[in-house]
């Protein structure tokens, strides 16, 4: 399966998981992702040695997890692309801070090894935040609340419409590549006297197809005004969903939940 | 090159998001003014193949690697900087919120890093001055070289800028302990390999069109006689200038600070860190009235102490009873996946 | 209803496409547009939306075509394209098919009210929420046919309904043209298609009006349709399979 197949599988599941019933599908999705943002924030704001502070953040995504029926194993797949870019950075910190932090029975934990440890918390709190946004939230319901955030119409439009003809192009290309592998035993990408032409044709194609889908959107009467079919009203519910989750956040941002407890059974 | 959102500081990712926005609303602004309502599906059917494009492994000969296009080269000299530009957020949006290929809250960095730089700077300081000019000579088989020279200079100038942008603000966040020297020497070369590569298929592609749809590549007019030498001189003037300025700057920053922004990284919280970066901007490095109430309020209002940087506290903060707490809530989250599991399997026994 | 008097076009200066076409589809007539590859069926559908525009005169309901009237005109018209892909823009096919309604000013409520009752007059209530780029093409070619019907148009234009779909599919789609009451013109290679439902066909040749007449009589012609690089359709051919080793 070449990566264009797989991407393809990729953006399929991410949809089958939006089209899904729960309670959290059913929000707003202005407030889901307001509440994603606000996390993330929060999440970003602990300090780099605050790992204990940070542990308890892990609740919320945990919680909507199971509320929202999704599985983790999908989001856990998107941690290869998170996880080697946050190790990347986040691997010098033990070589460069050797400065002592804490003791765990003799063994002596220096600070470089913290700030690394909360560093990927974070990278992995991060990616849940936004996943669980994606996987309870189709697409065009997500631009339909970015419009009522008075995102501008042109460049919201203009995502819905990509959105659109990403799985039609990806799928050309994922077909062209099987058709010239077959044809070029033992090549494991296109060569270079092909690099021009691979991508160039589809592109020369693709401007005709282009016109043709203009043709098609003003013989449906489009003058320039895009209709957003998604818009919903944010009702009570979604408030109140939101306002729990940001002073859930900063409740936990405030307290630190893990020492607390901790100290209730260490004394 | 798409960051994370641990990367980043939550300040530095709002300022990139800042700068990323009034771009993206200027672009808005011109692209309304144009008024050229077929240009939207050409956007996005171009945004779409481009997202698709970037996942073609081309084959580099001689080596038994493979390199892959960016693209923001690519559609500001198929688009127009301005379209091109909102093409490439449409496609990080894409890649952050369907494949986390860059963090939500990263997103106006990423956008800067990769688009601004592609589309902008690639076209209006290399694209655009290299076709007007009078480089190897008149003719198509010269307008080919200055579409392949303007691709390959492009993109190595446009990646050059965006890795460096990664280096910056992965520091100014305060996360990483790795010197900003080290750092800046990791990715710079890398991102050169990475750049002429790129370069090398943006120009194979451009070429490809221009043989047979030369309309549809945006800035070839040839400008009228002396205009072309005078903007080409103009640019390299403005390049050199800006080389000049921020090799000077790179090297004061390296020498001085031999540790990489030491003085930013740790204990400063008590002189007030926000005076120099951060908050303050405009203030950079001078003390005002603003970034001492910016600071005192920072203090006060604890729970978001690293607006800029992390580093207010020390490592020894961290205690046994916040590892063994930590361990503890750990098991909460254990026990509702369990819970949560338990309940799923009830509703479908009903 | 539709109406071409003298119209010729050329897409460049001495490759002309039509040459002086005219003719006349009355109102509720179902018309086949026939004719080789290059004979010029798009290009009269491209003239009559107003997507081109050449020399004479066409008429939709009494009204010319012109820059002025195209948004009149268009409503009026419903137009299936051969490329389902590039007619089904939106992520779903809920939002494809309220997209016109949308844009003629209908509010929300009753334009989903159309929605909802096409759909159901199609049997193709499930295809409501599904992503256009997951349906299989016969899907997105019904979804289609439901995009253009709630328009609510007078007469429907179809380009290459059939192509690319399989027995059954194809059968659905066939079933569906006839059961649709308004105006129809549709260009097809699929003489079996065409036979089944249209009444009238119009043969194209070289951008001009080779044959204009009953279906039924029309494509039995051989001669005819074997002149103009066609052949009868399947279902006629009979038993007689060695032609298809004929090559002159």
């Known amino acids: 399966m070449n990566k264009m197949q797989k991407a393809m599988r990729e953006l399929a599941e991410m949809d089958e998981l939006a089209a899904r019933t729960s309670p959290i599908h059913a929000l707003h999705p202005a407030a889901k992702l307001i509440a994603a943002i606000a996390y993330i924030l929060v999440t970003l704001s602990f300090g780099k040695y605050d790992l204990s502070g940070l542990v308890p953040m892990v609740l919320w995504p945990i919680l909507l997890f199971q509320i929202s029926g999704t599985e983790v194993r999908t989001c856990f797949y998107k941690l290869r692309i998170v996880l080697p870019l946050v190790m990347a950075v986040g691997l010098f910190n033990p070589i460069f801070d050797r400065s002592a932090a804490a003791q765990l029975g003799g063994v002596v934990i220096s600070g470089g090894v913290i700030s690394m440890l909360t560093l990927m918390l974070k990278g992995l709190f991060c990616l849940m935040a936004s996943f669980l946004l994606m996987a309870t939230t189709p697409i065009d319901l997500l631009c339909a609340a970015l419009r009522q955030l008075h995102v501008p119409k042109m460049l919201v439009t203009l995502l819905l419409l990509t959105y659109r003809y990403v799985g039609v192009m990806t799928e050309e290309l994922a077909v062209m590549t099987e058709a010239y592998l077959l044809r070029a035993p033992g090549q494991k990408g296109i060569h270079i006297s092909a690099w021009g032409s691979f991508l160039g044709q589809l592109l020369l194609r693709s401007m005709d197809r282009a016109q043709e889908l203009y043709s098609s959107m003003l013989l449906r009467g489009y003058h320039q005004h895009f209709h957003y079919a998604g818009i919903r009203p944010f009702r009570a519910r979604d408030a109140l969903y939101l306002l729990g989750c940001i002073l859930f956040f900063l409740l936990l941002r405030r307290v630190n939940i893990a020492q607390m407890l901790g100290g209730t059974l260490v004394g | ?350 | 209803m539709i109406e071409f008097q003298h119209v010729s076009f050329a897409y460049e200066k001495n490759l002309p496409v039509l040459k002086d076409l005219s003719f006349r589809i009355e109102k509720g007539e179902a018309v086949g547009l026939i004719g080789a590859n290059g004979a010029g069926k798009s290009t009269v559908m491209k003239l009559l939306l107003g997507l081109l525009s050449g020399e004479g005169k066409i008429l939709v309901d009494g009204t010319e075509v012109r820059r002025e009237t195209l948004g009149e005109i268009r409503r009026k018209l419903g137009f299936v394209l051969q490329n389902s892909d590039n007619q089904m823009f939106m992520p779903t096919v809920y939002e494809d098919m309220i997209f016109a309604p949308l844009n003629y000013m209908l509010s929300r409520e009753e334009a989903e009210a159309r929605v909802d009752a096409v759909l159901a007059r199609l049997h193709l209530e499930e295809l409501k929420h599904r992503y256009n780029h997951k349906i299989s093409g016969g899907e997105k070619r019904m979804a289609a046919i439901a995009t253009v019907l709630a328009m609510e148009p007078e007469a429907i234009l179809m380009d290459e309904p059939t192509s690319a779909l399989d027995p059954y599919n194809r059968r659905i789609v066939i079933n569906t043209i006839r059961e649709l009451e308004q105006t129809k013109l549709i260009t097809s290679h699929d003489l079996d298609m065409i036979l089944d439902t249209c009444d009238r066909v119009i043969l194209l040749s070289d951008g001009q009006i080779a044959a204009d007449g009953a279906a039924q009589e029309l494509l039995r012609d051989r001669a005819l349709l074997e002149k103009h690089r066609m052949e009868l359709p399947l279902s006629l051919m009979g038993r007689d399979s060695s032609r298809f080793n004929e090559r002159d």
């Not at chain 2, 043989?211 to 006689?225: C, D, N, T």
């Not at chain 2, 080389?243 to 919280?269: I, K, Q, R, T, Y």
């Open chain 2, 1 to 350: 090159m798409h960051m994370a959102d641990a990367l980043l500081a939550p300040a530095v990712a709002a300022t990139m998001y800042a700068a990323s926005g009034v771009t993206a609303g200027i672009s808005i602004h011109k692209l309304k003014k144009d008024d050229e309502p077929q240009k939207l599906p050409v956007m996005a059917v171009t945004a779409a193949l481009v997202f698709a494009g970037q996942m073609i492994n081309y084959t580099i000969p001689g080596t038994g690697s493979s390199g892959h296009m960016c693209g923001g080269m690519l559609l500001s000299a198929l688009l127009g900087p301005q379209a091109g530009f909102l093409s490439m957020i449409v496609i990080l949006a894409i890649q952050c919120l369907f494949f986390a290929d860059g963090g939500l809250l990263a997103l106006g960095a990423n956008v800067w890093n990769m688009a601004f730089y592609g589309c902008f700077v690639g076209y209006y300081l290399i694209w655009r001055p290299i076709m007007r000019s009078r480089w190897f000579g008149e003719g198509r088989s010269a307008q080919r070289a200055r579409i392949i020279a303007a691709a390959i200079i492009g993109c190595i100038a446009t990646l050059q800028l965006g890795a460096f942008s990664v280096v910056l603000e992965t520091s100014l966040s305060g996360i990483a302990e790795l010197p900003f020297g080290a750092f800046v020497a990791l990715m710079q070369p890398i991102h050169l390999a990475i750049g002429l590569v790129e370069g090398l298929i943006t120009a194979a592609v451009l070429v490809f069109v221009f043989e047979f749809r030369p309309e549809l590549l945006q800035g070839v007019e040839r400008a009228e006689g002396e205009n072309s030498k005078r903007s080409l001189k103009t640019v390299v003037a403005i390049l050199a200038v800006v080389a000049l300025v921020v090799g000077g700057g790179l090297s004061l920053l390296a020498s001085s600070n031999p540790d990489g922004l030491e003085w930013a990284l740790f204990g400063n919280a008590e002189e007030g860190y926000a005076e120099n970066m951060g908050l303050d901007e405009e203030d950079f490095g001078v003390s005002s009235k603003a970034a001492d109430t910016a600071g005192a309020i920072q203090e006060k209002t604890s729970f978001l102490p690293d607006y800029a940087f992390s580093g207010s506290d020390s490592a020894a903060g961290t205690t046994v009873s916040g590892i063994v707490g930590a361990a503890m809530v750990a098991g909460v989250a254990i026990l509702i996946c369990l819970a949560g599991g338990f309940f799923r399997k009830k509703k479908k026994t009903d």
